[in-house]
């Protein structure tokens, strides 16, 4: 009777359970290979109820029953692993128990071989034993299988599982020398004294060879393999390309996880608040001219324009947007901005000395609407990324009421092109924060408006037809969420 062993590495929990503690454990569905092997059905319900009872004398079983059924197909988690491609079980009951908030998943295959010598059939029980939040294959071994074995094996299985948990929850009684290579040695000798031990309890004659195993990988020989073998593909079952396949394989993350990763922000709503610096063209300049008679003190001459001209701003917006493609969504804006004003009206009298009369200041504020696009590439999977946004909103700055003497001017707009360049940090799958950096451009409008009625001032005010650009710095956070998804199984 043999076994053979890939064991994980035992180093690298991060808080994991103590091995006093019950573990949570979920017992997966058995598989039958080959697929469709015909077989007397009671044989794997018995050995996987034989399973669950002692899993269950000992620590804390998670039902399968728990496990949320697959939306698309409505099937649940018995079919899912009845399905599980060969040699992806692994990776289906790491699915399962993710899905289940299972820190632990054991399972296993039960294969039907032929004999080279006699011809004759005989079983072959696969154990896995699934480290879920360490997303790691602790063991996996194999022992030809037969009925009157099988309480055996299944304590066997449980023991070993004793084990596995003692090494990796108190790394500290493994540590030799301190060092990794250290650790991975006394890893071993724990491992093999524990097969010595099984192997007195049970009478199990036990050959056993320790070694690390590394993830698998799936590469284009595994894509071939998959393609020669009977029935649809692992790709074709999750409605994926072949290479969105390898990148999902590859990613060691859930379907439902890489699913979501992979679509970045399509079919998202997307909100942000903004808030920030800016310079440009949102300050305002009003100077006006009246000049009257020296004999009967009428008008005569009066000049006056509005201007709009550079100054510092505080400026916040809301962002309503939604995703196009994974890595664009369009949105809405609404800007708010500070702004000021500062008035220059002179009353002169012809032939008289000029008295200058004080600036005045205006503070006051406004409402931009706009639209934006914003791009996000490097979204698969990235927690930070950058982005770089191009926009349009229009700018009205504030009209100047008339007076007794000056006219009311109307105010300076203005359509603005906007570049920008930031990142975002996701923070979870729906908040993340955002930063960006922007340059504003005027497109076009009415930088200014004149008046000019009558004549006799020698040097009347006028605009200084500068068209400065703009630029701002803007902090805020983002959140997502899901409007539209498309149905995959």
Known sequence: ??????????????????????????????????????????ILTDLEQALRNAFDERHTLVSLEDVPPFRVHGYGPELYMESCPPGRYSGCAYVLGQRVGAPWAVGGTLERRTDSFDGSTFDVFEVVLIDVERSVEVARFTVDWTPSDQASIVEGVVQLFDELRMGTSDPEDLREDGSPAGLDEAGKARIADSLRRLEDAYGIAIKAEVTVREPEKVTRSSLDAFRRSEGPTPWSRLDMSESEYVRFANSGQDVGTWRRAAKGRQGQLLVRLLAGTSTGPWHQNVEGELLRSGFDLQAVHTVQYVEAIRGGSAVGGVELGFGVLPFLDVSGIVTRRSGRATVVRDEDVKGQAAIPTDPETIQFGTTQWGARVTAAPLWLHQVARPVFIAGVYGWRGRSVPGTVSFPSLEAPRLVVGELQVGGEVDTSSSFGLTARLGLDVPLSGQWFAVTNDGAGIESPPQPTLERPLGWSLQLGVQVRAALIGRRRP
């Open 1 to 42: 009777m043999a076994w053979w062993w890939w064991l994980a590495p035992l180093a690298g929990a991060a808080e994991p359970e103590t091995a006093e503690e019950p573990a949570r454990v979920l017992v997966t569905t058995l598989q039958r290979l080959p697929p469709g092997e015909s077989a007397d059905a009671e």
